[in-house]
């Protein structure tokens, strides 16, 4: 099944990853983990686009790594010591009684390092799925289909998010100079003489970006204030309750009351926001994205691959959880493995990405790069 | 179309009036050129158009401004935006979104504009720029000249009748510039709209403009009329407008055309005269180069920025790099003032190389004024920027003071650097780099926002420097800068070296980086009036 080439709704990769994310979160199993991190690559090298936010993958699979490093060394340095198979033993140094639970030094056992580098490994997936997300459809886009009454909020975080890669420009640029200068570039005298022309500059920046937007018909007035104001009111307020009521579903007893009432609470709030904003609103959306087949085969397949760690959850399928007490090695239980696989099907089933037009533009980049900022501030990565 | 009746504005109530009793009147489908120093008053003028000034800016405007009837006094600015289009001087800045299609629906979504009627005006608009082959790209990965034609296109869609522009080619190579400039023209002939425009460097705009208003500053009454007649007296001119009077032309021709029908005499007289003074030092006499790159390349990701590039500089040498936006020249002085370490050859100023030494005994080698020569200030007044240089570079107090006076004098002490013109603040950071005396000093991009007379300036600082036994390497666009200091120019392509050589030879020879003068007295290779003037002189004589 190959579809035309065009871009898949970004609700619907947002979902994918996000349920991939959860599912990661429902395990302890490291083959698991280290299954749907393959998976989630994968589908990234398969429909990802040229532009350069899909190459934010690689950035998040770093950090990954740097978590699951800091993890193991935080457990090795302060962790919490449990009998086992000690590796080594580090000089341990007393504590007073008051902060009983908290240790440092001692007996490192193979046992807790295992455990602290597959938490890290959990979080790493979850960090690798946020960035499989980001690079599949870019925040941007998925701004661009908040219902029309959160339009205020979605246009602040757009902006917002263009002014961090303007920021590392302007940063490098303002090193540059100060090398210039012959100053320290380095250190706390070097961070003081940063602050304040970045700060500067970000100020004359948004001031420019406010005069283009007013100066383009941003916030002009049609329909009553009061009625709209409203109608945003209930949205945020349903949106917020509706994350609550997740977050209560996902982890009972976290939310008093329990998360389903808040869930629907919030959803009846954020229906009426959106009918009431959405209906009168003036502005118009241009080519908003399409929502048909590939998207919801890809968000099913998101939430086929979560279903399958729900069922076994509750079912209680042997492997889900691992814990090195007693040591031994993981399973890689059946039900669990196809679940996964599921997961694989938007590589097949969402439309191949438009092509940017990128191959000769990659020069004129790095030029904005450069011709952007100053002579030579090395920036190369930041328009990638 | 617009009208200006009575027009003061003052940014604050005790501040002198930047517009007096300004009445003007700018007809339908007209090209207006808007010319003036930098700080008298141009952009305050542009943005009273659509209302910008003083709803946003602030400040006391007195008399009304109306545009197709609609005063801006009870229209705020995003009222008007279905009327007038306004497009800045870095465009990167006022970019909302971050594709192009989006960017270039973003103001119609504010209006309200049907979806149907939307996707077909921004298909127009897309081909009438010719940006067809880039609607999906990400804003950020566009070159300069592009990113400037979305952002008119940003605007053109809520289809407004006027266009307001604030030096839209400032920071464009020449060839961009053109695209820009071929952009509009075209707008006004085909589609008749109204397009108000500033611009420092004249010699781009003015061929095309049907009327000019000169903003002499200080609220003085404004000059308007036709091009020949405000370029007669105009005391900003571009160098086909001083030739014209030197040769005595009437009416002033404007465009390269209508010089050359009239030049032919001109071209006579000179046949006989050596081009050029005739004390052009030949580079070979000087051997040992006191800065060198040898072979050097330059990688950013994949992409070579240099590519095995050679640049010898002798004492006394002004050395000019030109090239499109982005072929490298920026990364050259980079590298030769060791912000970066090339990734093959090696780079020597002195003797040293640059990229190993520390900041401080650097900046006694080499000096390097960037793009934004405001990055290089942090003190909050000129006084304390002066002491902190002094403090910085080990030199007795006084010295960048006494530096600031010999580049620039009479800069307020008590400024804060971003309140100086742009030509008073490329001085103050002139002083700063040349305070501790590096025997090569590097610009970039020198005159990007400067005007006529500060630009004059830099050309009499550039020459006391030489005969003092510097070595400058400018990058630069502007040919006419080129043209009037450069002993040696260097065009870069895609990072190579595409042509180095006598400056004369080099510019002459290029469609592109050819100035005026010399398009105008082809073949002969004259570079600027100056040459011409003293040359006609010593043959009367």
């Known amino acids: 099944m190959t579809a035309p080439s065009r871009t898949l709704h970004p609700a619907a990769w947002w979902l994918w990853a996000a349920t991939m994310g959860v599912a990661a979160v429902r395990t302890t199993n490291p083959m698991l983990l280290a299954f749907i991190a393959v998976v989630v690559v994968f589908v990234v090298a398969a429909r990802r686009s040229a532009a350069p936010w899909s190459r934010s993958l690689a ?38 009684g008051w902060a009983a639970g908290v240790s440092i030094g001692g007996p490192v056992t193979l046992e807790s390092v295992l455990q602290a580098a597959v938490d890290g490994l959990r979080l790493a997936v979850i960090l690798l799925c946020f960035g499989a997300a980001n690079s599949l459809a870019s925040p941007y886009r998925l701004l661009r289909c908040l219902p029309t009454v959160l339009y205020e909020a979605g246009v602040a975080v757009t902006v917002a998010l263009t002014f961090a890669p303007e920021l590392v420009i302007t940063i490098g640029s303002i090193r540059d100079a100060r090398r210039l200068r012959g100053r320290p570039t380095r250190g706390i005298a070097g961070l003081r003489g940063l602050a304040i022309p970045v700060l500067e500059g970000a100020l004359d920046r948004s001031l420019q970006l406010a005069a283009s937007m007013d100066a383009r018909g941003y916030g002009r007035r049609f329909a009553a204030p009061a009625h709209r104001r409203l109608a945003t009111g209930a949205t945020a307020l349903g949106l917020l309750l509706v994350m609550l009521g997740v977050f209560g579903a996902l982890d009972p007893g976290s939310v008093p009351s329990g998360g389903i009432p808040v869930l629907a609470i919030g959803a009846v709030l954020l229906a009426m926001g959106m009918t009431a904003g959405g209906r009168r609103s003036p502005r118009t959306r241009y080519r908003p994205d399409v929502w048909r087949l590939p998207e919801w085969g890809v968000s099913l397949s998101g939430c086929a691959v979560l279903g399958a760690f729900v069922i076994a959850g509750v079912v209680g399928v042997q492997g889900l959880q691992f814990t090195p007490y007693p040591l031994r090695a993981p399973t890689l239980p059946l039900f669990l493995c196809i679940g996964i696989l599921a997961g694989l099907l938007p590589a097949v089933m969402a439309p191949s990405p438009r092509d940017p037009g990128y191959r000769e533009a990659d020069e004129e980049m790095v030029d904005l790069v450069q011709s952007e900022t100053n002579p030579s501030a090395g920036v190369p990565g930041v328009a990638r | 179309m617009i009208r200006f009746s009575d027009v003061s504005f003052s940014y604050s109530a005790a ?27 141009k952009s305050t003028l542009l943005g009273a158009i659509n209302g910008l000034v003083p709803h946003f800016t602030g400040g006391r405007l007195s008399g009304t401004v109306t545009v197709d009837g609609r005063s801006t006094r009870d229209n705020p600015p995003r009222e008007l935006a279905d009327l007038v289009g306004m497009v800045g001087q870095n465009p990167s800045a006022s970019f909302v979104t971050d594709v192009v299609e989006d960017e270039l629906a973003y103001a119609m979504e504010n209006l309200g504009v049907s979806p149907e009627a939307m996707r077909r005006r921004v298909e127009d608009t897309l081909d009438l720029l010719g940006l067809h082959e880039l609607r999906h790209r990400p804003l950020l990965s566009l070159s300069g000249g592009q990113q400037q034609r979305v952002a008119i296109g940003a605007v053109l869609t809520a289809s407004p009748r006027v266009l307001v522009l604030d030096e839209p080619t400032s920071a464009l190579d020449p060839a961009a510039a053109e695209e820009v400039l071929a952009t509009l023209t075209r707008l006004v002939h085909d589609v008749g709209m109204t397009v108000v425009i500033a611009e420092h460097r004249l010699e781009r705009v003015v061929p095309f403009a049907d009327r000019i208003i000169l903003v002499p500053g200080s609220g003085d009454e404004l000059i308007v009329g036709r091009p020949q007649d405000v370029m007669a007296g105009s005391p900003v001119a571009p160098p086909l407008v001083d030739l014209a009077r030197l040769a005595g032309w009437d009416p002033i021709p404007l465009s390269v055309r209508d010089a050359r029908r009239l030049a032919e005499p001109l071209r006579l007289r000179l046949a006989g005269l050596q081009a050029g003074p005739p004390t052009t030092p030949t580079p070979a006499s000087t051997p040992e180069p006191i800065a060198e790159a040898e072979h050097v390349s330059s990688v950013y990701g994949t992409v070579m920025a240099l590519n095995q590039v050679d640049l010898r500089i002798r004492r006394g040498e002004v050395v000019a790099v030109m090239g499109r936006n982005g072929s490298g020249k920026s990364t050259l002085l980079g590298l030769l003032a060791g912000l970066r370490r090339p990734a093959k050859g090696r780079v020597r100023i002195c003797g040293q190389v640059p990229g190993d030494l520390p900041p401080r005994k650097l900046i006694k080698l080499v000096g390097l004024v960037p793009q934004d020569a405001g990055v290089l200030l942090y003190c909050s007044s000129v006084a304390d920027e002066c ?65 006529y007379p500060s630009k004059d300036r830099l050309v009499r600082l550039l020459r006391e420097l030489v005969a003092g036994g510097h070595s400058v390497v400018i990058a630069t666009h502007d040919v006419e800068l080129v043209a009037r200091v450069a002993d040696r120019a260097m065009v870069l392509a895609e990072g190579e070296v595409v042509s180095d050589g006598a400056a004369r030879e080099v510019v002459c020879h290029s469609p592109v980086f050819a100035p005026q003068v010399a398009k105008v007295l082809a073949p002969e290779a004259w570079l600027t009036v100056d040459e011409v003037r003293v040359a006609l002189a010593g043959s009367s004589r």
């Open chain 1, 59 to 96: 950035v998040f699979f770093r950090l990954g790594l740097i978590v699951i490093v800091i993890r193991v060394v935080v457990q090795v340095v302060f962790g919490y010591r449990l009998p086992g198979h000690v590796l080594f033993t580090l000089p341990h140094v007393p504590l007073p």
């Open chain 2, 15 to 41: 501040d002198e009036p930047i517009l007096r009793h300004v009445d003007l009147t700018i007809g339908e489908g007209e090209f207006c050129l808007v010319v003036g120093a930098t700080g008298s008053g």
């Open chain 2, 387 to 451: 002491e902190a240089s002094d403090g910085e570079c080990g030199l007795p107090p006084g010295t960048t003071a006494a530096t600031l006076d010999r580049v620039l004098p009479g800069v307020p002490r008590q400024h804060h650097p971003r309140d100086l013109s742009e030509g008073q603040r490329l001085a103050v950071a002139l002083a700063v780099i040349l305070a501790p005396a590096p025997p090569v000093l590097l610009l970039d991009e020198p005159t990007r926002g400067l005007d």
